[in-house]
């Protein structure tokens, strides 16, 4: 199988872009390439991660455009050039385009941190999500890698890993153990979108044998 052609959208520390740049490193994820890197946000060390290992680090700034479609369409452009066969939202603080989710249709996977359908959609990002975890009181969170649809959180859900929620938890403190948990979700999905092991059947994605989780 030829290796399969990626694209990571980052909007900041990109620890999630790191995961998956360690995953194909060390041979985990064996047949993946990471042809850009490409952040909104020209201080994003999602960037420097990038450049740091040879990887294109693009900078588009959304205020250089006319409108956020010309700015969506821009890369659009951009990964039909580069033959991307995945796009990953690791930690892309901008909503895509109809029109990007249409041309990459089953082709975008995206890491939230929480267990969809819980505490996502619009609103819940970043520290947010795990304030909002708090107070709530619930006793469980998680990590999500879905894949992206139309909607804010709402494709079809490819692999979850629950994470307790500790008494004296702070924000600072569940952030850190669900993060670790998306560091292993995120190269999983992708290990397995690029060895074609999964199988979307409406909102159910079926696993091929070998999946780890
Ligand atoms: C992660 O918690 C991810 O789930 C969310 O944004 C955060 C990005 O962290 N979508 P990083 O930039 O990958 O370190």
Known sequence: MEYKRIAVLASGRGSN???????????????????????????????????????????????????????????????????????????????LSKGFVQTFQNRIINIHPSLIPSFCGVGYYGEKVHRAVLEYGVKITGATVHFVDEGADTGPIILQEAVKVYQDDTVGSLAKRVLEVEHRLLPEAVRLFCNEMLCIDGRRVYIKDGGAL
Do not use: C
């Not at 700034?61 to 452009?77: Q, T, V």
């Open 17 to 95: 872009l790191q995961s998956v740049i360690d995953g194909i490193e060390s041979g985990y994820i064996n047949n993946a390439k990471i042809m850009t890197v490409i952040s909104d946000n020209r201080e994003a060390f999602a960037l420097e991660r990038a450049r740091a290992k040879g990887i294109e680090g693009l900078w588009l700034n959304p205020g250089d455009f006319a409108s956020y479609e010309d700015y969506n369409n821009s890369i659009i452009e951009k990964l039909e050039n580069l033959h991307i066969d995945l796009v990953v939202l690791a930690g892309y603080m901008k909503i």
